[in-house]
């Protein structure tokens, strides 16, 4: 069995005039707040990575570094810059081209690419296990928010959409913040 743990970077700031770079552009202060609250609950419930796909964006490194700061899972960190802003398809090349000795990979990227990715992993069955939960990843994948995916598969390879087992999916307001 397979686990794919995907998390959308947490709340950064608006572009401004002296960060021109949309990759340039840091959390703000909720965002690392949030930032930490999904790496502690991530710890209590288990999810804990044994590799890291992270955007090379800002937001995304920052989030990485608070998440692990709660979690401190010592996960291998590999920084793709074809994840930044990468499409479904594109997260999902990446994700089959994982060796199958890794079982609990961490996705850490951007919409709308990361939320399409995981919706059309989902195997509709699913959704109904978690409730109205389940039914918010449908309508949208806010900042912050981690969606857990457990998959049947033995090789990352084989990953098709529709396979995946929706096992969780956590927002900053699931956790009071926001």
């Known amino acids: ?22 990759s340039d552009r840091p959390l703000t202060d909720r965002g690392r707040k949030d930032a930490r609250a999904i790496g502690h609950i991530m710890t209590a419930r288990g999810y804990l990575p044994d ?29 793709p810059d074809k994840l930044y802003l990468a ?12 060796p199958d000795d890794v079982r609990r990979p961490l996705i850490i990227g951007h919409n709308p690419g990361l939320e399409e990715c995981a919706i059309s992993l989902i195997d509709d069955a699913s959704y109904p296990k978690l409730g109205p939960r389940s039914e918010s990843l449908k309508e949208k994948f806010p900042t912050a928010a981690l969606a857990v995916l457990d998959f049947r598969s033995s090789k990352w390879k084989d990953l098709k959409p529709a396979t995946g087992t929706l096992l969780d999916f956590i927002t900053p307001k699931d956790l009071g913040r926001n």
């Open 87 to 98: 499409t479904a398809r594109q997260i999902l090349a990446l994700v089959r081209g994982l």
């Open 51 to 79: 590799v890291v796909l992270c955007s090379p964006s800002k937001r995304t490194r920052e989030t990485l570094e608070l998440v692990e700061s709660e979690t401190g899972s010592g996960a291998k960190v590999e920084v």
């Open 1 to 22: 069995m397979k686990r794919l743990l995907i998390l959308r970077h947490a709340k950064a700031e608006r572009a401004k005039k002296d960060t021109p770079e949309d």
